[in-house]
């Protein structure tokens, strides 16, 4: 239906009233090219894909509640270094940078044997493995959320929020390994 619709757009209905004497259209708001109707076809058809982006760009952008929940929480690495709770975010990075390497590297020659396509697994195949990734890793969240609430209840610290639970801060670097993996997967595939 659609496409009909803008098929219209492109129709010339009378030569006299539609095209001047130069061959171009007299009001070019009422009389399109193929190429413009075929370019606006081809932007409506990867709109849904585009908006799928929207659901990882906000698992991704929940930056500060990472950081404030590292810092009620026990943040020593190999129980020496203390690291700073906004540098668990690096988990995430990493997680992108190995994915990438460790995808067009090996995983690329092994799939595309499979698939039959040279880069592997489709550009929608990365995306919805990217968002089902991007939900993993929001219940992963949900979970370290979870059990810092009761660690810090159980704790006594319910009416203190700027007091440190027990609770090892290193339970974050799963969630953050997942949304970095999923932006891998997605971004790419939406690139």
């Excluded at 109707?37 to 509640?65: C, D, N, Y």
Aim: glycine share 6%; with cysteine; hydrophobic share 50%.
């Amino acid at each position: 239906m659609t496409g009909w619709y803008l098929n219209n757009a492109c129709m010339i209905r009378s030569l006299e009233k539609d095209i001047a004497p130069d061959g171009l259209a007299k009001d070019p708001w009422s009389l399109c090219t193929v190429r413009q109707v075929e370019e606006l076809k081809a932007l409506i058809r990867i709109l849904p894909i585009w908006s799928s982006g929207i659901m990882i760009g906000v698992t991704i952008a929940q930056h500060a509640f990472p950081v404030l929940l590292a810092n009620t929480m026990d943040r020593h690495f190999l129980g020496k270094i203390e690291i700073p709770g906004a540098s668990f975010s690096l988990f995430g990075i990493l997680t992108l940078t190995i994915w990438v390497a460790i995808y067009d590297w090996i995983l690329v020659p092994l799939v595309s044997k499979y698939t039959k396509r040279p880069r592997g697994f489709s550009f929608k195949q990365r995306i919805g493995a990217g968002l089902v990734i991007s939900c993993l890793a929001t219940a992963a969240a949900a979970e370290v959320e979870r059990q810092s609430r009761k660690t810090a209840i159980q704790e006594g610290f319910l009416s203190n929020p700027k007091s440190v639970v027990s609770m090892s801060a290193n339970w974050l670097v799963l969630q953050h390994c997942l949304t970095g993996l999923a932006e891998a997967l997605n971004a790419i595939g939406q690139l």
